[in-house]
């Protein structure tokens, strides 16, 4: 039950995941951030359904609100909403397939749409193409992310 | 439930924190939390920095310092008539009867943290109220006018960049000192002049200088390039596309701008006339030439040094 818990894994891929999101990237490149953090939750949420939910992922999001210094809530928001999807979706697919790809790039399409609408209200230029390029870099990355994780936690 | 109750909360944190500003301290320092792992990340970014500059050769170095030294003995000569050149626009202003003229001195920061979010143009550096860092306070790079402070903590600050959708300062054009305005877009290479007339004489390659209006910028510092002026007959406006002259994405060495006004004596009024008939504006021909001269010397001493 309190397995995530206990596990090295589930804290050291918080972290890493945290700090990978501040990496600079400049420019362009800014456009294309992958969200790090929106994967290894997924992950999480994927690998231990029983245990990591909805709040679990509203947490995470919340402490990334705090950590970029944005709108309070923003994150949280997405992340919830992403997590609650995936609930929909049915939680037990444990292993690693080309499904979970289809559901991380609906996942993160919702997350960024929240992200957009949030901005939109909030008065910002979020009316433009470039706000879609994180849910391509993200989906391109998922399986990267999804593998590596999956071996560690295995191995553990 | 829990979807509902959960996402309630955050809609509800978003609206506290975006219409009031209860949360602002909290926010203020809680973002200072991300800096160990910002300096973390940009740990590859100053090996290669420090590594360009550790790991050269002798000849490489040699090199480097005898450019240097030509581009200084450059500098210095340009420098040379800049003391002239600002004794004689300080002797005009007078003339002009200005009141005040700014004198700027610097501070040099280093950038720590950049914005993850491409629509918030801020950037975090290393000077805070302890430096003498004040909210508002100008901030350039080598090229031009970069932003401004928005918040400010002990050892550093936010500063919102002028690209920033949010940001807009007043400027004018060099060749013909047409004002205007110049918002961020909300991308890294351009603004937009706000409110330019069908009928202004602007065009491409005009250089933008802030104009000093509203106080918060020093003039005369470059804000940009006009790269295309559109006219459509439908719209009461023109749009003009300008590239800033700042680094704006790059830039890792940054420098504060302390204005501070120096104000002009009010010249004393001519004999002719006695202290409560003078007007508070004085136009130049009453002032005596003499001593609008004696404080142009003055104030050009001091502009030189």
């Known amino acids: 039950m309190t397995r995530p818990f206990d596990s090295v894994i589930f804290y050291l891929s918080l972290l890493v995941a945290y700090t990978l999101y501040f990496y600079p990237l400049r420019g362009d490149l800014t456009y294309w951030r992958p969200m790090v953090v929106f994967l290894v939750v997924v992950f999480w949420l994927l690998a231990e359904p029983h245990v990591l939910g909805v709040g679990f992922a509203w947490l995470a999001g919340l402490a990334l609100d705090i950590l970029t210094g944005g709108p309070l809530g923003q994150n949280a928001l997405a992340m919830g909403v992403s997590a609650y999807l995936l609930q929909l979706a049915g939680q037990r697919m444990k292993n690693f397939s080309v499904w979970h790809q289809m559901i991380v790039v609906v996942l993160a399409l919702f997350y960024q749409l929240v992200t957009i609408v949030v901005n939109l209200i909030a008065g910002k230029a979020a009316d433009d193409w470039h706000m879609l390029f994180p849910v391509v870099s993200t989906v391109v990355v998922w399986p990267f992310v999804a593998l590596l994780m999956w071996k560690l936690y295995k191995v553990e | ?305």
């Open chain 2, 1 to 305: 439930m829990k979807l509902l109750l959960l996402g309630g909360a955050a809609l509800l944190l978003l609206a506290v924190d975006s219409l009031t500003d209860w949360l602002d301290p909290l926010t203020s320092r809680a973002s200072q939390s991300s800096l160990p792992l910002q300096w973390l990340t940009s740990l590859p970014e100053r090996l290669e920095e420090w590594g360009g500059e550790a790991l050269l050769s002798r000849a490489q170095l040699e090199e480097e310092n005898s450019f240097m030294r030509q581009e200084l003995l450059v500098y210095r000569g340009q420098l040379q008539r800049m003391a002239a050149i600002s004794a004689e626009n300080t002797r005009l202003r007078n003339l002009l009867s200005a009141t005040e003229m700014l004198s700027d001195r610097v501070l040099v920061a280093e950038l720590i943290g950049v914005s993850t979010d491409p629509l918030r143009h801020t950037i975090v550096i290393n000077r805070g109220t302890l430096d003498g860092a004040y909210l508002g306070q100008p901030v350039l790079d080598e090229k031009g006018l970069m932003g401004q402070v928005i918040d400010v903590r002990d050892n550093n600050s936010t500063v919102l960049m002028v690209t920033d959708d949010t940001h807009a300062l007043p400027v004018q054009v060099i060749r013909n000192g047409v004002r205007a305005i110049a918002e961020g877009t909300g991308d890294f290479r351009r603004l937009n002049l706000r409110y330019v007339s069908p009928t202004v004489d602007i065009k491409e390659g005009d250089q933008l200088v802030s104009s000093g209006l509203g106080g918060r910028f020093p003039s005369g510092y470059p804000v940009g390039t006009v790269i295309g002026v559109h006219r459509d007959p439908g719209q009461p406006f023109m749009t003009v596309d300008v590239e800033p002259a700042a680094n704006i994405e790059r830039s890792r060495h940054l420098l504060l701008v302390f204005s501070e006004v120096v104000d002009f004596q009010i010249p004393p009024p001519p004999p002719g006339l006695t202290p409560g008939d003078a007007p508070q504006g004085e136009t130049p021909g009453e002032s005596s030439g003499e001593s609008a001269e004696q404080r142009a010397g003055e104030q050009g001493g001091e502009a030189a040094e």
